[in-house]
T-cell receptor, first 114, second 111 residues
Framework: EAGVVQSPRYKIIEKKQPVAFWCNPI?????LYWYRQNLGQGPELLIR????????DSQLPKDRFSAERLKGVDSTLKIQPAELGDSAVYLC????????????FGPGTRLLVL | KNQVEQSPQSLIILEGKNCTLQCNYTVSPFSNLRWYKQDTGRGPVSLTI?????NTKSNGRYTATLDADTKQSSLHITASQLSDSASYICVVSGYGQNFVFGPGTRLSVLP
């Protein structure tokens, strides 16, 4: 069974440019998470989807961040415009959606904003 | 505020030695606690999961303990190997809540 797939693995952009990350969760997993992880810290939740519905986006900086999961499978996270402080690893995770289910993480996208 | 704290921040041990990592949390109500291993450049991978009624869980050389009364957990690694070098993240979830991640402990195992 394939794990959570993310692309690109690495992205270097200049500040004020847009950037997008893509995630394909494990087949059959209804819940999808986007996290941001700064160096030396644990992941911080940005947004959680149950199928195509964003059920928790309270930590998503909505002035510049947006996300979508149109068909309840793949998801895209976008930043426009990027700022220097957005440099981090962006992790996508998925789970079956049952209460307390383990999350399975992708390898992450490492973003560097210059 | 729901928080998870971990100690030490980093740890260096020699191959073959044992070590114990600590996790303290204030998440309430409590549902379960997980320990994840995160290799450099990779996403976290679940090692153990414990619910309120469980006080110990093993996965090979990894043994996690939970004291729900004092809200503390530990992860003990026996006979460490070079491949154990990674960050170990404690994650606590409450009923109907999102997961609260600790900052992790960075373990380095030296030959």
């Amino acid at each position: 069974e394939a794990g959570v797939v993310q692309s690109p693995r690495y992205k270097i952009i200049e500040k004020k440019q847009p950037v997008a990350f893509w995630c394909n969760p494990i087949s059959g997993h209804n819940t999808l998470y986007w996290y941001r992880q700064n160096l030396g810290q644990g992941p911080e939740l940005l947004i959680r989807y149950e199928n195509e519905e964003a059920v928790d986006d309270s930590q998503l900086p909505k002035d510049r961040f947006s996300a979508e999961r149109l068909k309840g499978v793949d998801s895209t996270l976008k930043i426009q415009p990027a700022e220097l402080g957005d440099s981090a690893v962006y992790l996508c995770a998925s789970s079956r959606g049952l209460a307390g289910e383990t999350q399975y993480f992708g390898p992450g996208t490492r973003l560097l904003v210059l | 505020k729901n928080q998870v704290e971990q100690s030490p921040q980093s740890l260096i041990i020699l191959e073959g030695k044992n070590c114990t990592l600590q996790c303290n949390y204030t998440v309430s109500p409590f549902s379960n606690l997980r320990w994840y291993k995160q290799d450099t450049g990779r996403g976290p991978v679940s090692l153990t999961i414990m619910t309120f009624s469980e006080n110990t869980k093993s996965n090979g050389r990894y043994t996690a303990t939970l004291d729900a009364d004092t809200k503390q957990s530990s992860l003990h690694i026996t006979a460490s190997q070079l491949s154990d070098s990674a960050s170990y993240i404690c994650v606590v979830s409450g009923y109907g809540q999102n997961f609260v991640f600790g900052p992790g402990t960075r373990l380095s195992v030296l030959p």
